[in-house]
């Protein structure tokens, strides 16, 4: 069964910075062939993709984490980090890590809480 387990997530302060990782089940077998990507979840909205990364390393963000936030993988150990730098309150979400193409079920998520 695949499993996405996300943690790292936590209450800091406007500014301050956290890492968040990503573990994907060793039953994807393809992991190193596939892009993956950090959502987020705020309150009252909808999900939203903040970062992604191509199978090759490539990465794109979403314009309100752009300069503060950087994604990377680590293919032998089917793990995906997010570095967050500069958090602000509006940062304030549950984040998951997923698929981009291919998706699996959602894992629990992690909350990220940023004071101000």
């Known amino acids: 069964q695949v499993q996405l387990v996300e943690s790292g997530g936590g209450l800091v302060q406007a500014g301050g910075s956290l890492r968040l990782s990503c573990a994907a089940s060793r039953s994807i077998i393809n992991f190193n062939a596939m892009g993956w990507g950090w959502y987020r979840q705020a309150p009252g909205k909808q999900r939203e993709l903040v970062a992604e990364i191509s199978w090759g390393g490539s990465t794109t963000y979403a314009d309100s984490v752009k300069g503060r936030f950087t994604i990377s993988r680590e293919n032998a150990k089917n793990m995906v980090y997010l570095q967050m730098n500069s958090l602000k309150p509006e940062d304030t979400a549950v984040y998951y890590c997923?698929?981009?193409?291919?998706?699996?079920?959602w894992g629990q998520g992690t909350q990220v809480t940023v004071s101000s």
């Open positions: 997923n698929g981009l193409l291919l998706t699996y079920t």
